[in-house]
């Protein structure tokens, strides 16, 4: 197997956890406030990247500076946002359906991309959103002019990554990956904390809570592994393969949310709902294709 080979298993596998967490998680929030579990869930994440550097990164020389930490938070409220609106959401959607609604900041990013770094879409993106936003209609409105509450939690949340995901281009270049998605993981935790203790009721929560096993799954599976080692996983494996590839892969991501959902909590999408989510898919697909690839076909079909 070749290295190339080895990264796309590995970052399938990351697409795999973090939609698998979808379920994990709307089992969870059942128990625990959805701010109060996301606070717990990156504290634990934030503490494992603090012991990573402090064990096996202090022989680096890369400074924690204002710059830095300015980024850092930065980056984490905007994560924060999409993570805090995608699990308030959970408790109105399906998280087949969330799944596949929080894809859509692949098709987003580019459209963010031209407003804040005047980086022009393609045709590619330009198509793929098209596609994305008929499905994400079929997906969502189940025969009725009324959409889900739940469904416009989570697609502000696709609004909150797809911001994230332009402002780590943005930054990433900049300061080590590792320090800059610590402190925004730190960050993400301060602010679930901070808006559980006005905006939920901790009153309700007991000993016996804390101690269900749905919760303490949740948290170690999203902590440990959908955060932490998917980090790491990521960081390592990204630089043999391509960005383009990168994508296509982590488009999975709600196709394996759909497929998690289906067999862990018997969720079944309606005949509509599924073309849906296979347009949706469809536009992710569409919008993060080389333009060189349509150019390609023309000039084959042109011959």
């Given at each position: ?62 400074r924690i500076d204002r710059e830095l930490v300015f980024a850092g938070v930065k980056l984490g409220i905007w994560l924060f946002a999409g993570y805090a609106l995608q699990t308030i ?87 080590s990956t590792l320090s800059l998605t610590t402190i925004q993981i730190q960050t993400v935790a301060f602010l679930c904390f901070l808006f559980s203790l006005f905006l939920e009721d ?76 296979f347009l949706i898919f469809l536009g992710m697909i569409l919008s993060e294709l080389p333009q060189n690839v349509l150019n390609k076909n023309k000039s084959a079909r042109g011959l």
């Amino acid at each position: 197997m070749t290295l190339q080979q080895k990264a796309d298993v590995s970052l399938l596998f990351v697409a795999f956890v973090w939609g698998a967490t979808f379920v994990v998680v709307q089992n969870a929030i059942v128990f625990l406030p959805p701010l109060l579990f996301n606070g717990i869930r990156f504290l634990l994440a934030s503490l494992f990247l603090w012991t990573w550097l402090f064990l096996f990164e202090r022989k680096r020389k890369d400074r924690i500076d204002r710059e830095l930490v300015f980024a850092g938070v930065k980056l984490g409220i905007w994560l924060f946002a999409g993570y805090a609106l995608q699990t308030i959401g959970l408790l109105y959607t399906t998280s087949s359906k969330a799944g596949f609604i929080t894809g859509l900041s692949v098709v987003l990013v580019p459209f963010f991309s031209f407003l804040l770094l005047k980086q022009k879409p393609s045709i590619n993106a330009l198509l793929g959103t098209g596609v994305a936003a008929v499905g994400l209609y079929f997906l969502t409105m189940n025969g009725s002019m009324s959409i889900n509450k739940g469904d416009l939690f989570v697609f502000f949340c696709a609004i909150s990554f797809a911001l994230h995901i332009v402002l780590t281009g943005k930054y990433a270049s900049r300061y080590s990956t590792l320090s800059l998605t610590t402190i925004q993981i730190q960050t993400v935790a301060f602010l679930c904390f901070l808006f559980s203790l006005f905006l939920e009721d901790w009153k309700t929560l007991s000993y016996s809570l804390l101690l269900q096993l749905e919760v303490w799954t949740a948290l170690i599976i999203t902590a440990l592994f959908a955060t932490t080692v998917a980090f790491f996983i990521q960081t390592n494996f990204q630089k043999y393969t391509s960005p383009t590839r990168v994508a296509l892969i982590f488009a999975m991501e709600p196709v394996f949310a759909a497929l998690t959902a289906y067999i862990w909590n018997d969720e079944r999408l309606h005949h509509i709902a599924i073309l849906g989510a296979f347009l949706i898919f469809l536009g992710m697909i569409l919008s993060e294709l080389p333009q060189n690839v349509l150019n390609k076909n023309k000039s084959a079909r042109g011959l």
